[in-house]
């Protein structure tokens, strides 16, 4: 029964709470009403303690819900620091990468400028200017070719009161060094005692040159034999014409050891379209001759290793003084080491300079062994 019922008692009029029927029905009827207020409060207790039940069920529920949402941030918090560590790690893996595709760049980029420049220089090398060559160990004379060769002249400069001479066999030069003293005879009781000495010569032992194409030089072969003055002439008019592909030319001179011809323009962009065509018909004399136009090379000395070498056929004199005439004193100084008796023998060259006078020698067609012609 709820608290909200209404009751009510009926009391006898006869019956008031004088009398002891009355009181006992006073009674009864707040025992009832005691009864049914304890069922009531026991309902209420029964209410709360669900209401407490529920209460605490729900906070574990929102502690776990808490826990849970905590939990889940932090992974979260978690996942995003270790996505974020990868990504700064691609990040500097993309740098490095960067780095290393720049590099690549310019390694290719250098390869491919050093493969243009070789494939220049190569092209140059099959287009360089051709040498007719003849085998002439069982053949007449070949006066008529031409001759590849190299020649070096090294100039040794000869201070006053010294001679050079160049016997034509080692093994003379090998006893007049081993007597180191001599003593020349100059005619009545007059003589000279000179030193004789080893020559020495640095020659070239490494050389390495850098090579580049000259793009305001042109190499011209193939030229007919005139005279050099005409040909320069010829060569020069035609090449400036810019019918013919030229321009206005600067400088145009005769190569001696080749018979080639360099021509140089004031203009830096005619050289290559010229020795693209190759060949040229130019009138140098009656008629046209056919010329060949190759690229002409700079070098450029990158590396150069020398070495001293003796020379095995020639001695220095020292210590000559100035008695007589250089003439006269130079044919006693030939004769003297011409005889067998004073240990000489043929004489290939002998050159003589005075005491206070400048002289160089110079040595030319020097081998391995640097022996002199």
């Known amino acids: ?185 100059l005619g009545g009781e007059c003589s000279i005692t000179v030193d004789a000495k080893p020559v020495h010569l640095k020659l070239p032992k490494l050389v390495e040159i850098e090579t580049d194409v000259c793009p305001r030089r042109i190499l011209i072969s193939n030229l007919p034999k005139m005279d050099t003055d005409t040909l320069l002439n010829k060569l020069e008019i035609h090449f400036s014409k810019s019918k013919h592909g030229g321009g206005e030319v600067d400088e145009c001179e005769m190569m001696p050891d080749s018979g080639n011809v360099v021509l140089t323009f004031m203009d830096q962009n005619l050289a290559k379209g010229l020795t693209e065509t190759e060949y040229h018909e130019v009138k140098l004399q009656q008629t046209k001759h056919k010329v060949r136009v190759t690229p002409f090379l700079n070098g450029t000395i990158t590396n150069l290793e020398t070495k001293m070498t003796a020379c095995l056929r020639t001695v220095l004199l020292t210590g000559i003084p100035a008695v007589m005439e250089q003439e006269t004193l130079q044919d006693l100084l030939e004769i003297h080491f011409q005889k067998n008796g004073n240990g000489g023998g043929e004489i290939e060259a002998f050159l003589y300079n005075p005491v206070g006078q400048q002289a160089s020698a110079l040595f030319g067609g020097v081998s391995s062994e640097a022996e002199e012609k």
């Open 1 to 185: 029964m709820s608290s909200d019922e209404d009751f009510s008692l009926i009391v006898d009029p006869q019956m008031s709470e004088n009398t002891l029927e009355g009181v006992k029905a006073a009674i009864s009827s707040y025992k009832k009403k005691h009864e049914l207020l304890l069922e009531e409060q026991k309902e209420l207790a029964a209410a709360r303690d669900d209401r407490r039940d529920i209460t605490k069920q729900c906070k574990q529920r929102t502690d776990k819900l808490i826990q849970s949402t905590k939990d889940d941030q932090q992974s979260h918090q978690d996942q995003l620091a270790n996505e974020q560590m990868k990504l700064d790690q691609l990040k500097l893996e993309n740098d490095e990468l960067m780095k290393e595709l720049q590099k690549a760049e310019a390694a290719l980029k250098d390869q491919k400028a050093e493969n243009k420049n070789l494939k220049q220089q190569t092209d140059v090398f099959s287009a360089v200017p051709e040498k007719k060559v003849v085998f002439t160990g069982l053949t007449g004379k070949a006066d008529d070719t031409e001759k590849f060769e190299m020649n070096p002249h090294i100039v040794y400069p000869m201070e006053g009161g010294t001679a050079l001479v160049t016997f034509e066999e080692e093994s003379v030069a090998k006893k007049i060094l081993a007597t180191k003293e001599h003593k020349v005879d």
